[in-house]
């Protein structure tokens, strides 16, 4: 059973540098979104496709952040200029196709550290 | 922004004990989830709970959900040390016709002593 997989899983680098992260969803599904986690706190939406339209974006997506999912399948996350502030826990998740299962739910990847110093 | 509110922000309970967690949202939705998340791994979905539904089982899991005070509540019962994790409500963000996307609380830590 392949689930979200996601890498690098840990990432350091120093500020100012471009960084970016990959997300392989679960082969059968069609959405695929981005969240950002910092400590004790739950998990932010940043963006959302559905293939490879990026349907949505959160205010949180600043310009220096940029996601693509070129063929509709797997997803990069790249941060340019990263700041001290970005550093988190960056999460991929997929899910079905609207109305395909009942209610939303989606799956999530074991997520991509990134330390920014 | 975050929509849901998970109460309380930490519950430390003996192994055995039953542990209740509960959550407060803000606006209609279509269903309510609650995952599991291991320290420093990703969520993992633990059950949804439909708008129209007041009351779901899974396992030891046992979740309501009132919409008249917009809040849910998660019963772990016979707890485990593996169940120490933190939980977390969500909601989706629309209230119809499913959604795009899922808005989560800021979770409760749960701490189960052996």
């Known amino acids: 059973d392949t689930g979200v997989s996601q890498d690098p899983r840990h990432k350091i680098t120093k500020r100012g540098q471009n960084v970016t992260f990959r997300c392989d969803p679960i082969s059968e599904h069609n959405r695929l979104y981005w969240y950002r986690q910092t400590l004790g706190q739950g998990p932010e939406f940043l963006t959302y496709?559905?293939?490879?339209?990026?349907?949505?974006k959160s205010r949180l997506l600043s310009d220096r952040f940029s996601a693509e999912r070129p063929k509709g399948s797997f997803s990069t996350l790249e941060i340019q200029r990263t700041e001290q502030g970005d550093s988190a826990m960056y999460l991929c998740?997929?899910?079905?196709?609207?109305?395909?299962?009942?209610?939303?739910?989606?799956?999530f990847g074991e997520g991509s550290w990134l330390t920014v110093v | 922004s975050q929509q849901g509110e998970e109460d309380p922000q930490a519950l430390s309970i003996q192994e055995g004990e039953n542990a209740t967690m509960n959550c407060s949202y803000k606006?209609?939705?279509?269903?309510l989830q609650w995952y599991r998340q291991n320290s420093g791994r990703g969520l993992v979905h633990l059950i949804l709970?439909?708008?129209?539904?007041r009351e779901k089982h899974s396992g030891r899991l046992r979740v309501t959900l009132d919409t008249s005070k917009k809040s849910s509540s998660l019963l772990i019962t016979a707890s485990r040390a593996a169940d120490t994790a933190s939980y977390f409500c969500a909601t989706d963000a629309r209230p119809q016709g499913g959604s795009e996307k899922l808005v989560f609380g800021k979770g409760t830590k749960l701490t189960v002593n052996p």
């Open positions: 998740a997929s899910s079905w196709p609207l109305g395909a299962r009942p209610g939303n739910t989606i799956y």
């Open positions: 709970i439909r708008s129209n539904e």
């Open positions: 606006t209609s939705i279509n269903n």
């Open positions: 496709f559905q293939n490879e339209a990026q349907l949505e």
